[in-house]
């Protein structure tokens, strides 16, 4: 099996009930979107947020690369993805369908004030950048 692939081991029967195993193999590490994961990948990095200031609640998105996507229906059940962590507060399960932007909303909780702002996901920690969070 080659590093990086992705495998997964699927159970089919018979109509005679004989159970087979069967293996599915995702060549080079690649997610249906198209952001690597694994030994292979890079971890995310942060080129920019727009805006860069913004009260409570403001929409910030995310540019760089390396972002991955997250697994699930669009629930509460979502699970991987991103983790944005804004200065103490962490904002899990964020998704980035191009694999080099994502989304997150400023906590309604957080006071004013500079944090410092990066990405993490199973591939690694970005580099930090600043948010401002202004006065409403």
């Known amino acids: 099996m080659r590093a990086g692939a992705i495998v997964a081991l699927l159970l089919a029967w018979n ?47 995310v540019s760089g690369k390396g972002f991955l996507p997250t697994s699930g229906n669009g629930s509460a059940a979502d699970f991987g993805g991103n983790t944005v962590h804004l200065g103490s507060q962490v904002i899990r399960n964020q998704n980035s369908e191009d694999g080099l932007t994502l989304r997150f909303q400023v906590p309604a909780d957080i006071a004013a004030g500079t944090y410092n702002v990066s990405i993490s996901n199973e591939n690694g920690a970005s580099n930090t950048v600043t948010f401002t969070v202004t006065r409403s």
């Open 15 to 61: 109509a005679a009930g004989t159970s087979y195993a069967l293996d599915l193999l995702v060549p080079g590490g690649l997610t249906p979107a198209g952001q690597q994961r694994g030994a292979a990948a890079t971890p995310p990095s942060i080129s920019s947020l727009d805006p860069a200031a913004g009260p409570a609640g403001t929409m910030v998105t």
